[in-house]
């Protein structure tokens, strides 16, 4: 494989690798830590859901994106803010009495990276853990459609009022990108998850928090200065999962 496709950023990243790849031949058990947007799949769930709104629906919420957009970019959004993006757009989703049959047509018209299910067996269904600063009912949808398992996903969890219209989302569920780190820190104390055995992977500044000093974090779809971003051990600069799962499954050839 050559520099087109991947690159390491890092010899630490290529020692981590190595170790995964040995682990995995050993049959330890590894853990998946994925972003979902841009990242397990090449799309924003986002962008397709506000697709569907009406004109001034569409209007305003690329006036939402606009107010929050630049600092999420540079990574200068408080968590009070990332809340406050979040309640603007549930309260967007209300006004254009966003339901079910919205969440159904999105989930549908998204793309699964080319042989993100071959990634998810390595590490199989049970051992994959979905973090995003997304909604969970799209997510959740979209897991069960393509048949990916009964893989954990922690995101942002819509609710209903008593006559099932959209009330707001619940707030025991949030997941913002400064807790993605948290988040995966607690369920692996949780269930005694050594970080050696975890790859990450993510797509930008906002799973930056993810990337922890002993998991392997991988980063996709970059568009940006990827030298913001602590702790990246490997870019992926393909929309096709196979380099990794070659990668991991088979030992590393000689001339790495």
Not at 197 to 206: F, L
Not at 215 to 226: F, K, P, R, S, W
Request: hydrophobic content about 40%; charged content about 25%; proline content about 2%.
């Amino acid at each position: 494989m050559c520099g087109d496709i991947l690159t390491f950023t890092r010899m630490e990243g290529f020692n981590k690798l190595s170790k995964i790849s040995a682990k995995f031949r050993e049959k330890t058990k590894l853990y998946l830590f994925i972003d979902f947007d841009l990242s397990l799949v090449l799309d924003n769930h986002w962008s397709l859901l506000s697709g569907t709104f009406s004109e001034s629906g569409k209007q305003k919420n690329s006036e939402i994106d606009r107010k929050y957009m630049e600092k999420h970019i540079t990574k200068n959004l408080t968590e009070i803010e990332e809340l406050s993006w979040m309640s603007d757009k549930i309260q967007l989703f209300k006004e254009e009495n966003v339901g079910l049959e919205n969440i159904k047509s999105v989930a549908k018209n998204i793309k699964l990276r080319r042989n993100a299910k071959a990634l998810i067996d390595i590490f199989k269904p049970e051992n994959t853990i979905i973090i995003s600063y997304g909604i969970y009912d799209i997510i959740s949808e979209f897991v069960e459609t393509n048949e990916l398992g009964n893989v954990t996903i922690f995101a942002n969890r819509l609710a209903y009022d008593c006559n099932n219209t959209l009330d707001g989302f619940d707030q025991s569920s949030v997941v913002t990108p400064n807790l993605k780190g948290k988040i995966l820190t607690d369920y692996c104390i949780k269930n005694d998850i050594d970080f050696r055995n975890i790859v990450v992977i993510g797509d930008s500044k906002g799973d930056e928090t993810m990337f922890l000093k002993n998991t392997l974090n991988i980063l996709v779809n970059t568009n940006g200065n990827i030298h913001s971003i602590k702790n990246v051990d490997l870019i992926l600069k393909t929309t096709d999962f196979k380099p990794v799962v070659l990668l991991i499954t088979q030992p590393l050839p000689k001339y790495y």
